[in-house]
C-alpha cells in the first residue's frame, strides 16, 4: 500500500511538470529551434509593379509576356548587385529604375496623369540598418524619382521633401532632369481622358488595367544582412489638388527595419496611409512576436481588407523570408534568391 | 500512516494548481479586475504647444504668463465643446484654432518662415472612430490649416494635399483664405534672419526659444467615446526644398484609434517619420498589451530618445488617461478633465 501511494505521489508530481504553462515553455522552445534552424538566405531580393483588377482576359499574350520579362530583367539586375556584394539599398535603385523605365508600370515613363495633364511623380526610400529615410512627392522633371528619393536619404537632413523644392534639390544633387513629356505615354493619356469622360457621364467602364494601381516597389536583403526597400509611383489617374499617396509615406508605402523586415506597398493609397501599413506588419513582428508572414498576410487579407482597403505589398525578413500578400484579382510581382526565382501576376 | 500519504497527495494535486501558468490567470483575473474599475472620465482634452529647449531663464515673467493664459484658454474653449456633449473632432478644432490665432506658437499666425521668407503650413486631423484622415503640407493663405485638414478629412476623398492643389481645395470648399502676409510676426522674421547670419557663421548663437519647436496639438475624448486628435505647424524656420516634416504625416505627427488612443506629437519631424512615432504607441498597446501611459513613455523616453530624437506627444486613451512625455527640457502642455485641470511648460 505504501508503495502505491508513493507511485501517487511520484504521478502527481510528475502531473506538476506538465502543467500548461510548461508545455508552452516546450512549445516555445521547439519554436526557438525552429527559428534556429531557419535558412538564412545568401541574399534575397522581392519586387511589384502594382495591383489591382489585373485579370488575364484583359492583358494580351504579348503583353503579359513583355511584363513577365520587364519583371525578370529587374530581378536580375538587382541579383547581380546583390551577387556581387552590392548594398541593399544599391540593389533596391537598380531594380526601381528598370521599372521606372518602362512604360508597362505607373512609375517613371509610363506614369499616370493628373487632371491638369501632368505627371507628378512620388517615391520614398529607406535604409533598414540606420532608419534613415527619403521621400519626394509630386515631381515633375527628374527622370528617376527613387534616385531623388535616395538622394534625400543620403544628401538631405530631412525625411520629405514637395514638388518644385524636391525637384531643386535633385537638380542641385546632379540628377538627370528631364523635360516633363519625357513621361508622357499615348496610353496614359488616353486613360486620363477616359476618367474625364467618365466622370462626366459619357462612358461607364473602361479596361480597368489601365485605370488601377501601378506603384512600383522593391525590398532587398544583402550578404552583410542589410535590409532596404523603395517605392515609386506616379499615383492615381485623373488625380487632383496635389494629392499625395502613400508612396512617399514613411511607414506606409515603404519601410525598412533590420530587425524585422522590409516592405513596399501598392493599392488604394489612402487606405495604406490611415491604416499605416507597411511599419503595422513590422510592429507586429516587433510587439506581438508573429514572424513576417504571418503579419504581412493579417495586415493585407484581414485588417485591410475588413477596412475596404485594396491592394497588396511585398517584402522579406532578416532571413531572407519573402511574401507577397494582395487582396485583389492580381499583383505584377516577383522574387528572386540564390536557388529560387518566380514571377507572378494573377492570384493562383 | 494512509492518511499522511493521502494529505501528501492533496498538498501536491493542489501545488499543481499553483502553477505559473495559473498565477499568470489569476494575475490576468486581478489585471481584469483593475482595468474594469479604471474610471473612465465623461470626457478628456489635452493639448501641446511644441517641445523644446524651453528653460525658464529664456521666458520673461510676463511672457510665461501670457503663455500660460493661451493655453488654459484653449482647455476652456476645447472643454466647453465636450461639455455640451460635442464631437472630439469639434473640441479639436476649436482648441487648436485659439492656438493657431495666436502668435506664441508656431503654428497658424506666428508660424516661422522658410528659408524664401515665406510661412509655409502644415496641419493634419485624424477621426480615431473611422480611421478617416485629412492632411495639407505646405499651405500659405489658409487663415486656419487645421480646418483645412478637417476639411480633407471629411469632403475628400484623399488623406493628404500639397501646396497650391491643397490651396485650392480649401478654397473651394469655402474656408477663410488670407493674404499671406496674415502670418508674418516681427519675432519670426527675426528668427529667420538670425538663423541665416548663423548659417553664415556671423553669430554663433541665438535665443533657442525662438528657434526651437513650437507646433501645436490636440486629442480629445468626447461623451459618446470617440477620440480623435490634430497637429498644426510651420514647421521649422529656415527650411528648404518644401520640406514636409511629421506634422501632416498620419502615424508620424498624428494618430487616432477608438481602440487605442490618441496623439499629437511635437519635435524634430525627421525623426517622427522614420519612428512612426504616434502609430508605434497605438501598435504597443495593440499588439503589446502595454497601458498608454507605459507605451508612451518608452516610444519617447526609450526608442526615440536613443535614436536621437528629440520632442515628445500628448494624447490619451479611450478611458481618457492623459499621458504628455517629453524629452526635451520642456513643453507646452496641459490637459482638462471634469475634475482635473493642468497647464505646464517645464520638466518638474
Not at 527628374?142 to 525625411?159: G, T
Not at 493619356?189 to 522593391?218: H, Y
Not at 487632383?240 to 493609397?269: F, L, Q, W
Not at 477596412?307 to 511574401?323: M, P, R
Request: overall charge negative; charged content about 25%; aromatic content about 8%.
Amino acid at each position: 500500500m505504501k508503495n502505491f501511494y508513493l507511485l501517487l505521489i511520484t504521478v502527481c508530481l510528475f502531473a506538476c511538470q506538465q502543467t500548461p504553462d510548461n508545455k508552452a515553455a516546450t512549445a516555445e522552445n521547439e519554436n526557438k529551434e525552429m527559428k534556429t534552424v531557419t535558412e538564412k538566405a545568401e541574399y534575397a531580393l522581392v519586387i511589384h509593379g502594382g495591383a489591382g483588377t489585373i485579370r488575364k482576359q484583359d492583358l494580351s499574350e504579348e503583353k503579359e509576356a513583355s511584363i513577365r520579362a520587364k519583371l525578370d530583367e529587374a530581378l536580375t539586375v538587382g541579383e547581380n548587385v546583390l551577387k556581387a556584394g552590392g548594398t541593399a539599398i544599391d540593389a533596391v535603385e537598380a531594380t526601381i529604375i528598370v521599372l521606372e523605365n518602362s512604360p508597362h508600370f505607373n512609375a517613371g515613363k509610363g506614369a499616370v496623369f493628373t487632371n491638369e495633364g501632368k505627371n507628378e511623380l512620388d517615391a520614398s526610400f529607406m535604409d533598414g540598418k540606420t532608419q534613415n529615410s527619403g521621400a519626394v512627392a509630386g515631381i515633375t522633371n527628374v527622370k528617376n524619382p527613387i534616385r531623388a528619393a535616395r538622394a534625400v536619404l543620403e544628401k538631405s537632413e530631412h525625411v520629405m521633401l514637395a514638388r518644385e523644392g524636391a525637384e531643386q534639390f535633385a537638380k542641385e544633387q546632379g540628377l538627370e532632369i528631364v523635360d516633363p513629356s519625357y513621361f508622357h505615354t499615348d496610353r496614359r493619356w488616353n486613360s486620363l481622358e477616359k476618367a474625364k469622360q467618365r466622370e462626366m457621364g459619357s462612358i461607364l467602364s473602361e479596361n480597368p488595367i489601365d485605370n488601377k494601381f501601378g506603384t512600383v516597389g522593391c525590398a532587398a536583403l544583402d550578404k552583410a544582412g542589410n535590409l532596404a526597400a523603395g517605392t515609386s509611383t506616379g499615383g492615381m489617374t485623373n488625380k487632383r489638388y496635389a494629392r499625395i499617396g502613400d508612396s512617399p509615406v514613411i511607414g506606409a508605402g515603404t519601410y525598412a527595419n533590420n530587425n524585422t523586415c522590409a516592405i513596399s506597398s501598392t493599392g488604394h493609397g489612402e487606405y495604406f496611409i490611415r491604416y499605416v501599413v507597411a511599419y503595422d506588419i513590422s510592429a507586429m513582428m516587433e510587439y506581438g512576436n508573429k514572424d513576417f508572414g504571418t503579419a504581412a498576410d493579417y495586415v493585407i487579407n484581414d485588417k485591410l481588407k475588413k477596412a475596404g482597403g485594396t491592394g497588396g505589398i511585398i517584402g522579406l525578413d532578416k532571413y531572407g523570408n519573402v511574401a507577397m500578400p494582395f487582396n485583389t484579382e492580381g499583383m505584377y510581382r516577383g522574387y528572386v534568391k540564390p536557388d529560387k526565382r518566380e514571377v507572378l501576376i494573377y492570384k493562383d
